[in-house]
C-alpha cells in the first residue's frame, strides 16, 4: 500500500473540514497544496485535470460539497454537480497523477429508519437530495480511481464551522429561549478528530470504505444540552419535535454511524461528549 510519499492536494480548503486538515497536516509535518474555490472549480474537469498536472500531490483530499441539506433539495442539479459529478472528476484526475484520492461522506446516505449506528456493510438507501447524491459521489469516486478512501462521517462541527452545533454557544450566549429537537438522532463528530483519523488512516496507508465518527448517537437535544450546561444556560432550553419545524429536506431520524472497520483494527475516537467539551473550551 502507498503511504503519504509527497504533498497532500486539498480542495475545499475554505470548508471546517478543509480547514482543519489543512491545519493538521502542516502540524504533522506534511507538505499541503491548497486550491482555494476561486482558484479552481472542482465541477471544471478540464481545469481539475489542468490543476493536478502541475502538481507532485501524492494525495488529492476532496473537501468540497454541497453541504446545505435543504439547499439541495430545491436545486437537485448543482447538488448533483458538486456532490456526485465532481468527486468522479477529481478521482479521475487523481488517478492520472497517482494520486490516492481521499473523499468524504455522509451519515445521510442512510435511511434512518432503524436503530441508527449504521456500519460500513450496511446498505445504504438514502432518504432526500444530499444523501442521494453524496452516494452517487462515493460510487463515482469508487469507479474511477483505483487508490481511494471514503469517509463516512455524521454531524460535523469545529472552530469557524457555519451549522448548527458550531452556532449553539453563541445561540445560548444571546437567546432567551431555545427549542431543539429530541426525536432525530446523529453521530456529533469533532472536527479535530476527523482530521487526525483521516491523517492517520493515510499513513497507515488504509483504503476504502471507513466509518469516522465520535462514538454515540445522541439527539440534538442532547447535545443542545451539554453546551446549555457549558454555557451556564441550560433554563433556556426546551424540547421539540422535528415536526414542528417542517423542511425542504426530509431527514433520516437515526442516522448515527459505528466505526465498524476502525474498532476491527483497534482504532478508537473518543465520545461525543468528551470531544464537545474539548470543542467547547475552545470557544470560551
Ligand atoms: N457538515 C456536516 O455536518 C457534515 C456531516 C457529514 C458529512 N459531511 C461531509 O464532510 C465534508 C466536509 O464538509 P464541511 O462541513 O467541511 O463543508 P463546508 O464547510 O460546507 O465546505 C465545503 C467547501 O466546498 C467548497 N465548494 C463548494 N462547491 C465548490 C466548487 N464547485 N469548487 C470548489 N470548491 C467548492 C465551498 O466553497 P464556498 O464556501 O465558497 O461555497 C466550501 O469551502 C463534505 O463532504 C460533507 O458532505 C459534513
Not at 11 to 18: C, K, S
Not at 35 to 56: G, I, M, S
Not at 182 to 204: F, G, H
Amino acid at each position: 500500500m502507498r503511504r503519504m510519499d509527497g504533498p497532500c492536494l486539498i480542495v475545499g480548503a475554505g470548508g471546517l473540514l478543509g480547514g482543519s486538515l489543512q491545519k493538521r497536516l502542516i502540524a504533522h509535518g506534511n507538505p499541503v497544496i491548497v486550491y482555494p474555490r476561486a482558484a479552481l472549480d472542482v465541477t471544471d474537469a478540464e481545469a481539475v485535470r489542468a490543476a493536478l498536472k502541475q502538481t507532485n500531490a501524492a494525495v488529492l483530499i476532496n473537501a468540497t460539497a454541497m453541504t446545505d441539506v435543504d439547499g439541495c433539495e430545491r436545486d437537485p442539479a448543482q447538488a448533483a454537480l458538486i456532490n456526485a459529478t465532481a468527486p468522479g472528476i477529481l478521482a479521475a484526475a487523481a488517478q492520472d497523477i497517482g494520486a490516492v484520492m481521499v473523499h468524504v461522506s455522509t451519515d445521510y446516505v442512510f435511511p434512518g429508519r432503524t436503530e441508527g449506528f449504521y456500519e460500513e456493510s450496511d446498505q445504504p438507501d438514502p432518504i432526500n437530495v444530499y444523501g442521494k447524491t453524496k452516494l452517487d459521489g462515493e460510487r463515482a469516486v469508487a469507479e474511477s480511481c483505483t487508490e481511494w478512501l471514503i469517509v463516512r462521517t455524521s454531524g460535523l462541527y469545529g472552530r469557524g464551522g457555519k451549522n448548527f452545533i458550531c452556532k449553539m454557544p453563541e445561540l445560548f450566549r444571546n437567546a432567551a429561549t431555545v427549542r431543539v429537537i429530541d426525536d432525530l438522532n446523529l453521530s456529533p463528530t469533532y472536527v479535530l478528530d476527523l482530521s487526525d483519523t483521516i491523517i492517520k488512516l493515510l499513513d497507515r496507508g488504509n483504503r476504502g470504505l471507513y466509518h469516522v465518527v465520535n462514538e454515540g448517537q445522541p439527539s440534538w437535544y442532547e447535545v443542545a444540552r451539554v453546551v446549555a450546561r457549558f454555557t451556564g444556560a441550560e433554563s433556556k432550553l426546551s424540547r421539540a419535535s422535528h415536526r414542528e419545524f417542517p423542511l425542504a429536506a426530509k431527514r433520516p431520524v437515526n442516522s448515527s454511524l459505528i466505526n465498524g472497520r476502525l474498532l476491527e483494527e483497534s482504532v478508537w475516537l473518543r465520545s461525543w461528549k468528551e470531544a464537545l467539551h474539548a470543542y467547547l473550551l475552545t470557544c470560551s
